[in-house]
């Protein structure tokens, strides 16, 4: 059974390594709100230094505007633990990263904010990269189906994680499905108190 | 029995509960926290109904936007001074114990952590900050998190986590005089590539980690995360075991003998199984000095800084390029030829007693050139009073270093330490990205010693040959 996750408009951002520093700079990160965090994704590579919009930043070419699946590199979001970075890109509007490869943290705190990232190989992304030059992408990401359908009987599938596939699908609270496991956190606790007392 | 490695022994003796498929819950032992990551995560919990599950194992401070100059809130900047605030009201309602500002031990997070004794061998230990991975210098698997897992930890004490794969770093052999474990990580990151560790757990061992103090093997974890690694460890010894002995939250006489019998107990199997192995020896490790936009671009500081011709991957050279631009160096040069505009001594990396010794060592009589900012940022109240007594900071501020308040600092410039467009900084710190310091900052990491240096000569130096070029004895 198909079920489409996202779909929209692809921008493609053709680097490797976008470090959090570069998704968000540190200026933003002394907020104590959830949102608000839009305008400054980017920001040194998106605004010139007069805070003019810097016209060569893909972001800001108009053919992308609207844009709601990232397409990058290799090891993007490495670096600081900021959840501002996905808070940053989601309430930009992406909520699909497709990349050869994501930093540890980076992904998972996408995930805890139902974001969709998909890991492809070096050559996949090159041909998505590919499709991109020969004009703007509209795709669908079928989740359930694991599949990227790039339109004309086109697609590439992509693995995920079972667990992570199914907490995507459901929308599950993970704060409450680990309290659901309190008995058994208890009694973790006891049993650490008893044999390592040290640790309070 | 199946033969593990240390840090398999530590997940498993963590698992609560199986949650599904290969996902586990895991208890958390220690959870760090501090002003820019908790905020939210504090709202959440109450949002939701929630608490607190163990303020008990839960800690503290403020640092990432704090002053340096003056240790009062009031002085971090409007809204820096509100998220102090919020922490403060959020440790207060939920009972959470909170070092700040006006507490003596206030810090870096990464250094008040171990200096309390709060850090010890076989736990697990999480902060939302990514240099967690600091903590992994004690046998225990620490690692940074984001904010909603933080809200996870402060409402449950525990986390969803799934088996990382396994790296083996074995440094073999000695250190040569002037390399530090700095030099050692940095090596290690411009051999692994800055996505090398991406899905792994490194465990550092072999006679050269084998011969680090807690300290140096505190900047070796520290700097895991910057090759990927969800965490960087390092089997406890008898060095770890006197580091803990006597600090405030170390086990108390009564439990110090079981605890000790437990931590030996804490290393890889002789026969484990790693996912991956590197080995590097020590001896070919000379001072390090990055030169690009990421901490994989680096080289010793005697090579000349490369072609992005010479990169056999073209992304890596088109990234090159790209460094070479926003760093205003060529492809050719000699570092010893760059000069410095700023020196920034501290950050989770490079801000302990140890770190301000070596620096010390090579400032002594000797003058800050003109023209250079230099910056001495204690990595805590303690490392303050320490360097004090010991009449270091006597040292810098006659070389003329600003000796500041404990704080993040420049490392990523949050308060108002910031490096300026265009300025070359010559850093202890682990992250040289663009505008990392401050929009268009250019970031050259190094050790403490290679910093002093600098800032004496003005311009990088090879440390190991310092005295003999003179060393800005002006």
């Known amino acids: 059974m198909s079920q489409i996750f996202a779909q929209g408009l692809v921008c493609p951002l053709d680097k490797n390594n976008v470090d ?7 200026q933003f990160l002394t907020s104590v709100s959830r949102e608000g965090f839009a305008e400054a994704l980017f920001y040194d590579w998106r605004y010139l230094a007069n805070e003019q919009p810097n016209p060569d930043f893909v972001l800001n070419a108009p053919q992308y505007q609207g844009a709601s699946i990232l397409l990058t590199r290799a090891n993007f979001g490495c670096g600081s633990s900021r959840e501002h970075a996905p808070w940053a890109i989601q309430q ?35 041909f998505l990269f590919s499709r991109c030059q020969q004009g703007t992408q509209e795709w669908k990401i079928d989740l359930a189906g694991q599949q990227i359908i790039l339109g004309n009987n086109a697609a590439v599938g992509f693995q995920i994680d079972p667990d992570i596939k199914q907490r995507l699908l459901s929308g599950l609270d993970f704060i409450g499905a680990s309290e659901q496991f309190a008995e058994h956190i208890s009694s973790y606790e006891q049993q650490r108190a008893a044999a390592h007392p040290w640790l309070g | 029995m199946m033969a593990k490695t240390l840090y398999q022994k530590i997940y498993q003796s963590h698992v609560v509960a199986a949650v599904n498929g290969s ?13 820019v990551t908790s905020p939210q995560a504090f709202a959440g919990l109450r949002k939701a109904g929630r608490t607190v599950r163990r303020p008990d194992l839960t800690y503290a401070t403020m640092d990432h936007n704090v002053s340096t100059q003056l240790r009062s809130i009031d002085a971090a900047g409007e809204t820096s001074r509100k998220q102090l605030e919020a922490l403060a009201a959020n440790c207060k309602e939920f009972n959470v114990p909170l070092l700040d500002l006006l507490h003596p031990d206030q810090g870096i997070v990464h250094v008040i952590g171990p200096e309390l004794g709060l850090t010890q061998p076989g736990m697990i230990i999480v902060c939302g900050d990514s240099h967690t991975s600091t903590h992994g210098a004690f046998g225990a698997i620490a690692f940074g998190i984001g ?15 799934q088996v990382a794969k396994t790296l083996k770093v074995e440094v073999t052999g000695s250190l040569s005089p002037f390399v530090t474990p700095k030099d050692v990580i940095m090596a290690v990151i411009g051999q692994l590539g800055t996505a090398g ?64 019998t437990y931590w030996q107990s804490l290393y890889s199997d002789a026969d484990a199984v790693f996912d991956k192995t590197v080995t590097i020896a020590a001896e070919n490790i000379r001072p390090q000095v990055t030169w690009g936009t990421n901490p994989e671009q680096v080289i010793a500081v005697d090579q000349p800084i490369p072609a992005p011709e010479s990169f056999s991957d073209l992304i890596k050279a088109d990234a090159a390029r790209r460094a070479l631009t926003y760093m205003g160096i060529e492809a050719g040069q000699k570092l010893t030829d760059l000069k410095v505009d700023v020196v920034f001594i501290g950050s989770c990396t490079n801000s302990r007693i140890e770190d301000l010794r070596q620096a010390a060592a090579v400032v002594q009589g000797k003058q800050v050139a003109s023209g250079v900012r230099a910056l001495i940022v204690p990595g805590s109240g303690q490392v303050k009073r320490q360097a004090e007594a010991e009449g270091l900071a006597d040292i810098f501020k006659a070389s003329g270093f600003e000796w500041r308040e404990p704080g993040c600092s420049m490392c990523l410039g949050m308060n108002d330490d910031r490096v300026e467009s265009g300025q070359r900084c010559a850093s202890t710190s682990n992250r040289n990205f663009e505008g990392r310091q401050g929009r268009g900052s250019r970031t050259h990491l190094v050790s403490p010693a290679m910093a002093a240096a600098a800032a004496i000569a003005g311009r990088f130096v090879d440390i190991s040959s310092f005295e003999s070029v003179g060393g800005g004895n002006q």
Request: net charge negative.
């Open chain 1, 20 to 26: 959090t520093d570069q998704i968000i700079p540190k």
């Open chain 2, 23 to 35: 996902t586990d819950l895991l208890f958390v032992d220690r959870h760090l926290i501090h002003e």
């Open chain 2, 147 to 161: 904010t909603s897992e933080v809200e996870h930890v402060l409402a449950t004490q525990t986390l969803q986590q």
């Open chain 1, 92 to 126: 930009y509007g992406f909520n699909v990263i497709i990349a050869e490869s994501f930093a540890d943290i980076f992904f998972n705190n996408s995930i805890n904010n139902g974001m969709l990232l998909i890991s492809l190989s070096a050559s996949n992304i090159e």
């Open chain 2, 197 to 260: 560790g991406n899905g792994y757990v490194a465990e550092f061992c072999g006679t050269a980690i084998r011969g680090m103090s807690m300290e140096g093997r505190m900047t070796l974890c520290n700097m895991s995360i910057e090759m990927g690694a969800k965490a960087g460890l390092i089997a406890p010894d008898e060095v770890t075991f006197a580091y803990l002995k006597g600090k405030p939250h170390a086990p108390k006489a009564e439990h110090w003998d079981a605890a000790v």
